[in-house]
């Protein structure tokens, strides 16, 4: 959305809305780079590893932490590192609990973030069940933060348009942006760039069992940003 928005303010082509060094040059605004912080389930990296959310990648800057329902990350995880990046090779019940992919991993780097964030010269959190729920509203909170003042409504609009999960998918599948991240070289819809999308989509995917030994991680280590007690996150799994 956001490098789709600066296009449009820049009379440039959406197909390059993923370029966003050249866009925020273009725009006069600070660089936007987006980074996994050392917890990428691709590096496999061990929890006790001190560049797992380091923060010596962002101190004195400005950080935007983008986070989601636990349990749809590692099902999003998963699939990716499954199917997409053939980088893991086991079920879904095995990615949770292995410590260089699963809840552990996600948990420590959350609490390192929340730890630090002092470090950081200014610290928001965006949700992605915000950005379902409002995308406008979670598009004009991001562009403020990076420094673009009075958003042009018509703009966010067309941005919000552009960026819904059936387009994109399209998008993706034409070779819209000539990325090599968001091609699919394989016909499995498995290993789509972009999948569902879906809030609570880990419905479909994890077993009580699973479940079960999330949240109990979830207490045990706690989740920081979760706007939602642990028990009545869970109760419906009772």
Same mark, same amino acid.
């Given at each position: 959305?956001?490098?789709?928005?600066?296009?449009?303010?820049?009379?440039?082509n959406?197909?390059h809305?993923?370029k966003?060094?050249d866009l925020?040059?273009?725009?006069?605004?600070p660089? #936007?780079?987006?980074?996994?912080?050392?917890?990428s389930f691709?590096?496999?990296?061990p929890?006790?590893?001190r560049?797992?959310?380091s923060?010596e990648?962002?101190k004195?800057?400005? =950080?935007?932490?983008?986070?989601?329902?636990?349990?749809?990350?590692?099902?999003?995880?998963y +699939?990716?590192?499954?199917?997409?990046?053939?980088?893991?090779?086991?079920?879904?019940?095995?990615?949770?609990?292995h410590?260089f992919?699963?809840i552990?991993?996600?948990?420590?780097?959350?609490?390192?973030?929340?730890?630090?964030?002092?470090?950081?010269?200014?610290?928001?959190?965006?949700?992605y069940?915000?950005?379902?729920? %409002?995308p406008?509203?979670?598009?004009r909170?991001?562009?403020?933060?990076?420094?673009?003042q009075?958003p042009?409504?018509?703009?966010?609009?067309?941005?919000v348009?552009f960026?819904? #999960?059936e387009?994109?998918?399209k998008?993706e599948?034409? %070779?819209?942006?000539?990325? #090599?991240?968001?091609?699919?070289?394989?016909?499995?819809?498995?290993?789509?760039?972009?999948?569902e999308?879906?809030?609570?989509?880990?419905?479909?995917?994890?077993?009580?069992d699973?479940?079960?030994?999330?949240?109990?991680?979830?207490?045990?280590?706690?989740?920081? +940003?979760?706007? #939602?007690? =642990?028990?009545s996150?869970?109760?419906?799994?009772?």
């Amino acid at each position: 959305m956001l490098g789709y928005y600066l296009t449009r303010t820049l009379a440039s082509n959406p197909e390059h809305s993923l370029k966003l060094e050249d866009l925020c040059e273009r725009s006069g605004i600070p660089l #936007i780079a987006y980074s996994h912080n050392g917890t990428s389930f691709s590096d496999k990296l061990p929890p006790r590893s001190r560049v797992v959310a380091s923060p010596e990648e962002w101190k004195n800057k400005k =950080v935007m932490l983008l986070v989601r329902d636990n349990r749809d990350v590692l099902v999003s995880a998963y +699939f990716h590192c499954r199917y997409r990046e053939k980088s893991f090779d086991g079920s879904v019940s095995q990615y949770i609990r292995h410590p260089f992919v699963g809840i552990e991993k996600l948990l420590t780097a959350l609490n390192r973030w929340h730890q630090t964030k002092h470090l950081a010269k200014s610290f928001e959190v965006l949700t992605y069940e915000e950005m379902r729920a %409002n995308p406008i509203a979670a598009l004009r909170k991001t562009l403020l933060f990076a420094g673009v003042q009075n958003p042009v409504e018509a703009h966010l609009n067309d941005a919000v348009e552009f960026t819904r #999960i059936e387009n994109l998918q399209k998008l993706e599948k034409s %070779n819209f942006f000539g990325e #090599i991240e968001m091609q699919n070289r394989s016909n499995d819809p498995r290993a789509r760039k972009v999948r569902e999308g879906k809030i609570g989509g880990f419905r479909e995917h994890l077993s009580q069992d699973d479940l079960d030994f999330i949240a109990e991680k979830e207490a045990e280590l706690t989740n920081p +940003f979760s706007q #939602i007690p =642990v028990k009545s996150r869970y109760a419906e799994n009772a």
